[in-house]
């Protein structure tokens, strides 16, 4: 028995371990950039103005704004009130981090989640087209179409179709003032489609990539020569033998591609005004809100490993002889 517990609890305290020392060292990175970058929250509130200031007036802005102290200090000082629960606060707006977050979490998780299934949609269909005639035209059309996704910026697709949309068809619902889905469902959702197509289009690339290798790959072992020996129909064979047996580098990588997404949309959140927790860190940077672009930085690096910490435990559906080490 206390063996077994050994064996249950050191994977767990190993992980929890992990998840520690990440978080602590993305939040130092984060700490000493922003620290690096020139201009601090009192040349981002008064721009030339701030040369004006006395020296009297500047030193009490600095430790208004809480950076008067060394830098060491100002570090444990934020790492303590976030071990309180303190994320801190923004004092453009006097509302907390925490609250700030909290409004634009969900609506950076709500596109991730809907530019996933794009993905998905896109990328495992096309990984499958292009892998059931390797080296044929189609497996040649399908990659080219693959990497001229990848190879166009998202800001520029983004830019473009809304552009189009807007002038041409004059269709452009970003631009009523958002909703949520709880305020105005049919809206959010249109909303939501413009930028869920583009992250989607994007991030279905490596989805089909990472699709078509893998049921390349399985089709190469002896089981699946053996059920074709049989005479499995190829139907059957390409989903339960095929297309299951590929299903864990495929999961890895949409677990990868949503945990990117967490970040990475910032650029759809600004062009179609989505306040998402992507935005909300550009923000932040605009206006040097220290604890706002620290702690958002954090909530995200912690969304990213609960993610990938899914993704491991998804395995286990997928394929029940995988083991969460």
Partial sequence: MAALRTTLTHPVLRRA????LTLLGVSLLTFVVLRVVPGDQITASYGIAAGELSPEQVASLRA???????????????????VTGNLGVSASS????????????????????LAILVGLVLGVPGGMLAASRPGRARDGLTQAGSLLALSVP?????????????????????GEGYRTLLEDPLLNLQQMLLPALVLGISIASPILQTTRTAILGVRAEDHIRTAEAKGVPPRRLQVR?????????????TG????????????????FAIPGIGRQVLLGLDQKEYAVVQSTVLVIAAMFVLVNLLTDLAYRFVDPRVRVR
């Fill in 64 to 82: 208004y704004y809480g950076i008067d102290q060394p830098l060491p200090v100002q570090f444990l000082g934020w790492l303590g009130g976030v």
């Fill in 94 to 113: 006097g509302l907390s981090v925490t609250a700030l977050t909290a409004q634009a979490l969900p609506n950076t998780l709500e596109l991730a989640v």
């Fill in 17 to 20: 371990g992990e998840t520690v």
């Fill in 256 to 271: 990868l591609q949503f945990g990117f997404l967490l970040s990475g949309a910032l650029v759809a959140e600004q062009i």
């Fill in 154 to 174: 998202s800001f520029l697709l983004a830019s473009t179709v809304a552009t189009l949309l807007a002038n041409v068809f004059g269709w452009y619902p970003n």
């Fill in 241 to 253: 033998h095929v297309l299951r047996n590929a299903l864990i580098p495929v999961v890895t990588m």
